[in-house]
């Protein structure tokens, strides 16, 4: 019931802030090219998606949640739903970081919305407004939409025909790719490398894809598929879950790859994904 919410306490966190400052080192850029490397075209100068491994929180092992995140309630609202999702982004590019310099990210609790939905009850939306900035200037701006839910028994999407597409990839996620993009982001959630928790605790199938690895794979592939133009808008929105060891399949759905998805090995829609270049 949304009654059990405290919506207008949770609203206060707007405009809480957090600023973290990190540096893309040429270790990171090395590692991040090896471990995405073989599942698409990197700019290898800097490649895509690489913001979302500064500065993440480092938080002591005994302030974590039951699910390997920090505990709510510090610049995070403590939305009383235990699960959580990244649910999708919009990503501004106007610069790229340069390598070895400091850069600042600074977050803010942009909103906190609560919706009802007659599959999942109470759902609550945290949004993020996430800014890097190098030298005082603005590099990325990245709008981040956390949704918080009840547990839910896993129904696997249903299965479609195959799609169109001028470009397809298809990779299959392992484990060692799963812990790798988890240590490079120091991203604690167990469903991404604990077997047990994930199947027991959440009850999935087996362990999650990284929304935003996957969503680093599309933004790669956009750009690699349009080489004279610069990627300036990214946006995208998970659909469903991911799982280790199974297809995933990576589409550019137009010539001016504007469009882009991906789906599962039954042909479910996993992710939508929209691009925006400059010349």
Not at 43 to 57: K, M, R, V, Y
Not at 127 to 152: A, C
Request: hydrophobic letters at 35%.
């Amino acid at each position: 019931m949304s009654d059990e919410i405290p919506i207008d306490h949770l609203r206060t966190w707007i405009g809480k802030q957090d600023r973290q400052t990190d540096i893309i080192t040429p270790e990171l850029l090395k590692r991040f090219n090896a471990t995405l490397g073989g599942y698409a075209n990197l700019n290898t100068e800097l490649p895509l998606g690489i913001h979302w491994c500064l500065a993440q929180p480092s938080v002591a092992q005994d302030s974590l949640g039951e699910d390997g995140h920090p505990a709510k309630g510090g610049f995070m609202p403590p939305v009383p739903l235990p699960r959580r999702m990244w649910a999708s982004s919009k990503i501004q590019f106007y610069e790229a970081p340069s390598i070895g310099v400091s850069v600042e990210k600074i977050s803010t609790i942009a909103d906190v919305v609560l919706k009802q939905s007659a599959a999942s009850g109470s759902l609550v939306f945290v949004h993020v407004d996430n800014k890097y900035v190098q030298d005082n200037k603005s590099l990325i701006e990245d709008r981040q939409v956390i949704v918080y839910r009840n547990p839910s028994a896993f129904k696997q999407t249903d299965p479609e025909d195959p799609q169109v597409s001028n470009h397809s990839f298809s990779i299959v996620p392992d484990s060692t790719l799963l812990f790798r993009y988890s240590a490079m982001t120091f991203n604690g959630h167990r469903i991404h490398y604990d077997q047990n928790y994930v199947t027991d605790g959440e009850g999935y199938p087996g362990l999650v894809v990284h929304g935003p690895l996957t969503a680093t794979l599309l933004m790669n592939i956009a750009q690699a598929s349009q080489p004279n133009k610069t990627l300036r808008k990214f946006e995208f929105r998970g659909t469903a879950p991911a799982f280790v060891d199974q297809t995933l399949e990576l589409l550019v759905k137009d010539d001016a790859a504007k469009s882009l998805e991906a789906r599962n090995h039954h042909g479910a829609l996993i992710m939508s994904a929209s691009a925006e270049y400059s010349d």
